[in-house]
């Protein structure tokens, strides 16, 4: 899948993937939902356990999450995000949380969304820049 220009175009596209998944036109591997997000299950994962997390609301990641949803909306995303982590089981012995956003994160879906890895060592951080 080829990552669109995000930084440069913050206008949501209603008709990326997940905003299908969240209208029940696509089915997921759902493992939680509430009035602020919902939770499945990554369809490529990148580790034992990979989970996405997105709010309800229509937005193209976190640059416009941040900027544009209510504090209500941030808070009930950030306590979903937390819960979800809890419920699988990963606050011990710990996990992972990632969000890309535009050009050099290479995000692939424009709708802000939360990856959570766990269930193995995940390393330290991100691959190191080649010398
Ligand atoms: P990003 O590169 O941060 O935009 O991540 C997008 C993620 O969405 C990738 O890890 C994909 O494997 C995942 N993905 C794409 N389509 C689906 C889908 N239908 N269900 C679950 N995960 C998906």
């Known amino acids: 899948m080829t990552a669109p220009n995000l930084s440069d175009d913050m206008t949501y596209d209603s008709e990326n993937i997940f905003a299908k998944i969240l209208r029940g036109e696509i089915p997921c591997n759902k493992v939680f939902e509430d009035v602020h997000a919902l939770a499945f299950h990554d369809i490529n994962p990148q580790a034992a356990v990979h989970v996405l997390v ?6 193209v990641s976190n640059e416009d999450f941040t900027a544009n949803a209510s504090d209500a909306e941030v808070a009930g ?3 979903a ?3 979800v982590a809890r419920e699988l089981g990963l606050a011990e012995p710990g996990y992972r ?3 890309n956003h535009g050009t050099d994160s290479g995000q692939e879906v424009p709708h802000f969304h939360v990856h959570i890895f766990g269930g193995q060592n995940l390393g330290r951080m991100i691959k190191p820049l080649d010398k």
Do not use: D
């Open 97 to 99: 949380i990632l969000a």
């Open 81 to 83: 995000v937390g819960q």
């Open 54 to 59: 997105i709010p309800k609301g229509a937005y």
């Open 77 to 79: 995303f950030m306590r």
